[in-house]
T-cell receptor
Framework: QKEVEQDPGPLSVPEGAIVSLNCTYS??????FMWYRQYSRKGPELLMY????GNKEDGRFTAQVDKSSKYISLFIRDSQPSDSATYLC???????????FGAGTRLFVKA | DVKVTQSSRYLVKRTGEKVFLECVQD?????MFWYRQDPGLGLRLIYF???????EKGDIPEGYSVSREKKERFSLILESASTNQTSMYLC????????????FGPGTRLTVT
């Protein structure tokens, strides 16, 4: 079993839709949770991170963590074609050296 | 802005060749990382370094070695390239221990024929 499971998609939605991206993880010791966005032919860039269960909002993006069920979500409101990218969830222990990445979900937002 | 640069965007090498991938960061970060990214497998850590001349194995170090002689530069070496090392290689850096945000370079697409 992979430590972090993520549906690879692709996920195709119309512009303006609400997008829900999800991951599950297996190690209850993981303490920090992140979402990276990767555009085609680019390296990943950090989108959001959180340490705790609950919601964290940043503009159109909301990250949600449920530690009891080991579930990580990213919601994108009013999705735009510029949101088309691969989204990777990531998690790990303290120290920041061994971050575990999901395989990534490819998102297409159609104009 | 943090900038992480990688020496090549695309490389084609033959089986058995020694391959060097170079990474440079310009923000005085303590930590540097090498990952490979494959479809369906995501990012897998090959090696990381938390200081000059210090290195630690990641999850898939076999067939690879690294060198960090200067703080800003981290090299990945494929001693004898094989076709199963065809992949996208990503370098990253982070500020220090406990810093979770990693800054990635654009990647090197390596093909071994």
């Amino acid at each position: 079993q992979k430590e972090v499971e993520q549906d690879p998609g692709p996920l195709s939605v119309p512009e303006g839709a609400i997008v829900s991206l999800n991951c599950t993880y297996s190690n209850s010791a993981f303490q920090y949770f992140m979402w990276y966005r990767q555009y085609s032919r680019k390296g990943p860039e950090l989108l959001m991170y959180t340490y705790s269960s609950g919601n964290k909002e940043d503009g159109r993006f909301t990250a949600q963590v449920d530690k009891s069920s080991k579930y990580i979500s990213l919601f994108i409101r009013d999705s735009q074609p510029s949101d088309s990218a691969t989204y990777l969830c990531a998690t790990g222990n303290t120290g920041g050296f061994k971050t575990i990445f999901g395989a990534g979900t490819r998102l297409f937002v159609k104009a | 802005d943090v900038k992480v640069t990688q020496s090549s965007r695309y490389l084609v090498k033959r089986t058995g060749e020694k391959v060097f991938l170079e990474c440079v960061q310009d923000m005085d970060h303590e930590n540097m990382f090498w990952y490979r990214q494959d479809p369906g497998l995501g990012l897998r850590l090959i090696y990381f370094s938390y200081d000059v001349k210090m290195k630690e194995k990641g999850d898939i170090p076999e067939g690879y070695s690294v060198s960090r002689e200067k703080k800003e530069r981290f090299s990945l070496i494929l001693e004898s390239a094989s076709t199963n090392q065809t992949s996208m290689y990503l370098c990253a850096s982070s500020f220090a221990s406990g810093s979770y945000e990693q800054y990635f370079g654009p990647g090197t697409r390596l093909t071994v024929t």
